[in-house]
């Protein structure tokens, strides 16, 4: 069984090598809007999950592969392992480019855990209530946790961690989109670098519904100063497509090529390879330790 995946092409993180360290679907919440379905093990303790000396021979055995991040997430919520603050430390000590830790943030209440998460170089932690309400309602918590503790967990995590916090906004129609207020004064009250705004884009496990882009756009006045990272337009332009493929089935390029020869941006690049992976057009292979893509054999044009 592998404990690391991909890379995945992450809009938020560029090329995502993961590593997970927990069972399917170990969690403290059982989010409303959970891709991953509703948590089968809902639990506040730590324990051990996986066997820790197996990840870090993965993580040996693949530190020099094409990726841009080393990202603690997966089948849960990271700091539920006992396992965190060993392995993100050896892949510290390991892995030459930057490690990253996904959490929901629940956990940061505790000294020793904000220490371990604090050894990675950029922490993306999530934040979609401020009142108990409406955590109940969106984040389905373990009946210990309290929404005024993580608030005050992550302020801490602040005043002790130097590196980048990208704190993430999940925001789910007539479930918690009427007290964006609160929310986004709770979010700037625990000072991130950036605060990135989402809504229920993908399909998630069970019928919520997402805010639309105006409605996005327009929480941009509620949090000033953030950033909306959800993907409306889910499509290749066909000219866009057309030109990437043709180059592709002539040569494999990475995704900086890919953005340079036809102008476009970071994130366009890594939408459009990732659709066009999806939908078997482009397949990827190693090359000279980079990650190239190139065109599959048999394409269609439409
Ligand atoms: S915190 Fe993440 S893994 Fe846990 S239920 Fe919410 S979305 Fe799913």
Aim: some cysteine; hydrophobic content about 40%.
């Amino acid at each position: 069984m592998g404990y690391l995946f991909g890379p995945v092409l992450s809009r938020r993180l560029g090329l995502s090598m993961g590593v997970d360290l927990l069972r399917h679907k170990t969690c403290n919440l059982d989010c409303i809007y959970c891709e991953l379905g509703r948590t089968d093990c809902l639990t506040c303790g730590r324990g051990r999950f996986v066997p820790p000396q197996k990840v870090l021979g993965e993580i040996r055995e693949k530190r020099n592969e094409p990726f841009d991040y080393l990202t603690f997430a997966g089948s849960g919520e990271p700091t539920l392992s006992q396992d965190l603050g060993r392995v993100v430390a050896f892949a510290k000590e390991t892995v030459s480019r930057p490690v990253a830790v996904i959490t929901n943030s629940t956990l940061l209440t505790s000294p020793a855990i904000r220490k371990e998460v604090a050894a990675a170089d950029i922490v993306l932690p999530s934040l979609d209530a401020a009142s108990p309400a409406a955590f109940q309602a969106i984040n389905r918590p373990d009946p210990g946790l309290k929404i005024e503790e993580i608030i005050q967990g992550l302020k801490e995590f602040r005043r002790e961690y130097s590196g980048e916090i990208w704190l993430e906004v999940m925001l789910v129609a007539g479930i918690n989109d009427h007290e964006a207020d609160l929310i986004a004064r709770a979010a700037e009250s625990t000072e991130p670098d950036r605060i990135q705004l989402n809504t229920v884009v993908r399909t998630p496990a069970e019928p919520v519904r997402p805010l639309s882009e105006e409605e996005m756009v327009r929480m941009l006045e509620i949090f000033p100063g953030a950033e909306l990272i959800p993907d409306w337009d889910w499509r290749v332009p066909f000219d866009i497509r057309n030109r990437i493929l043709d180059s592709l089935c002539r040569s494999p390029s990475t995704l900086e090529e890919i953005c340079r020869l036809h102008d476009l941006t970071d994130s366009d690049a890594i939408k459009y390879c990732k659709i066009l992976e999806h939908d078997g057009l482009i397949t990827r292979r190693i090359e000279g330790g980079k990650l190239c893509f190139l065109g599959s054999k048999s394409r269609g044009r439409g």
